[in-house]
């Protein structure tokens, strides 16, 4: 009943797990596996199309819905991947610091910067991670929910020209994809 992008966000939740170097592990609801099987073994069940379909695009280790939206609109446009839950490292292969999304073809991360960024606490920590992503030379986007209503437009522009810089070069289907729904003028 539900759209699949609805669908997706609800899986990334369900199958999430990571250890970090940072906070307590995450647990799956259900492991990625288990969840496979279940929809392997459900033949022509109503709705098991979609959930099929959902299935390929489903990532462990999502931490919130915003970012699994983040992800789908990227993926939507045509843009390069990005991994979730990403590590950066130093050239010494040290994770300095723990990034939302990232691109490592094109040394681009993302961060979704929910209500919990507003406290001085964590803007402290945040200001930590960012001095450490600038210092590995990795470019960073910065989200917010004011980012995603109207089809994720600005999320797809603050990207693109993130992976612009850092030296991607959009194909002819990435840039009909890129700019075929976006107002033109919001894009360059």
């Known amino acids: ?37 279940f929809i392997a073994t459900h033949g022509r069940s109503w709705g098991i ?9 489903l990532r462990v280790g999502v931490d919130s819905p915003p970012e699994s939206l983040v992800r789908l609109i990227l993926e939507d ?8 839950n990403y590590s950066l490292r ?3 292969g040290l994770i300095v610091a723990w990034t939302d ?4 073809a094109f040394r681009v991360c993302i961060e979704y910067d929910g209500e919990h960024h507003l406290t001085p606490e964590q ?12 210092e590995v030379e990795w470019a960073q986007v910065k989200l917010n929910r004011l980012d995603l209503p109207e089809g994720g437009w600005r999320v797809v ?10 030296g991607w070069r959009p194909g002819s289907q990435e840039l009909l994809r890129t700019y075929g729904d976006f107002p033109a003028a919001e894009v360059t």
């Open 49 to 57: 199309q979609r959930a099929r379909s959902a299935f390929d695009r």
């Open 77 to 84: 446009a045509g843009l390069p991947e990005f991994s979730v």
């Open 1 to 37: 009943m539900l759209p699949l992008e609805d669908l997706v966000v609800a899986g990334d939740q369900i199958i999430s797990e990571h250890t970090r170097s940072f906070g307590p592990p995450r647990i799956p609801m259900v492991p990625k596996r288990d969840l496979e099987r």
């Open 157 to 166: 522009a603050k990207v693109k020209k993130a992976l612009l810089r850092q």
């Open 101 to 104: 999304l990232g691109c490592e």
């Open 123 to 134: 803007q402290a920590k945040d200001m930590a991670r960012d001095a450490k992503v600038a």
């Open 90 to 92: 130093d050239a010494n």
